[in-house]
Nanobody, 118 residues
């Protein structure tokens, strides 16, 4: 069974940067496509970025393009989300997800809160 644990969230100010981490409890997470999503209070879950199993193809959502970058460290089994120039609108719970058993994102972490003050 694959487990994902996010970390790195916190309270920051407008313009700050944060790097979120998602640790996968499996020896070979490189088998999975992985992604980051977020959900703000009262809003639907929003796709942020994904990266394929080999780390060769990545996509970033339009709402964060140019500010957020996804990457993965295979040696440490960690997925990252580098977030720069944060804005109050980025305040949300951030989740990582993996495609483990299907073509959908079927495995999720518990989320990490990011709060950006103005």
């Amino acid at each position: 069974q694959v487990q994902l644990v996010e970390s790195g969230g916190g309270l920051v100010q407008t313009g700050d940067s944060l790097r979120l981490s998602c640790a996968a409890s499996v020896r070979s997470p490189s088998r999975f496509n992985m992604a980051w999503f977020r959900q703000a209070p009262g809003k639907e879950r929003e796709f942020l970025a994904d990266i394929n199993a080999g780390g060769t193809i990545a996509h970033v959502g339009d709402s964060v393009k140019g500010r957020f970058t996804i990457s993965r460290d295979y040696a440490k089994n960690i997925l990252y989300l580098q977030m720069n120039n944060l804005k109050p609108g980025d305040t949300a719970v951030y989740y990582c997800a993996a495609r483990v058993r299907s073509s959908d994102y079927d495995t999720w972490g518990q989320g990490t809160q990011v709060t950006v003050s103005s």
